[in-house]
């Protein structure tokens, strides 16, 4: 479980970056709860029934992975966030729906980025964790595309 404290051989990443990073991550998780919260609430319409019922499914997973990401922080020596991301709003359902969609997209680029990172410092068991997040969130990037009408997006990998 112990993640070095040294940069990588290419000088990518250390346990304090790591820790910043994963605060970062964080910080996206509170956004996620409250939009799925809200959002689940507010989307009217025979069309969005199910969609509401699935958003309320995935603020609780959000939730889930807001306290493993915290347990994470803090046994890496850092103190977890406690403000969120910026969280956007509409009147419009599809709106809402592609802000999730979008936030989805940036969660998934970055959980793809810190797994490799955790690996880098050979905290195995960190990125473990991280891999059943990932999991999680790219059902919900397919629950939100097929909302839209849209085939499931490649969000890609963070830089």
Do not use: C
């Amino acid at each position: 479980m112990a993640a070095k404290k040294t940069a990588s051989a290419n000088g990518s990443i250390t346990k304090q970056k790591l820790i910043e990073l994963l605060n970062q991550d964080l910080q996206r998780e509170f956004q996620a709860i409250i939009a799925y919260v809200n959002y689940s609430q507010v989307l009217k319409g025979a069309a969005y029934m199910n969609i509401a019922g699935e958003l309320e499914v995935h603020a609780a997973e959000e939730l889930r992975h807001a306290l493993k990401l915290s347990y994470w922080i803090d046994l890496l020596g850092g103190m977890p966030a406690v403000v969120p991301k910026p969280v956007k709003t509409s009147d419009k359902a599809t709106d809402m729906l592609r802000f999730d969609l979008e936030n989805e997209k940036e969660t998934i680029r970055n959980y793809r980025r810190r797994i490799k990172q955790a690996d880098i410092l050979d905290d195995f068991a960190l990125g473990e964790d991280l891999r059943e997040i990932l999991r999680d969130e790219f059902d919900h990037l397919n629950a939100l595309a097929t909302a839209l009408g849209e085939d499931t997006p490649d969000p890609g990998i963070a830089d």
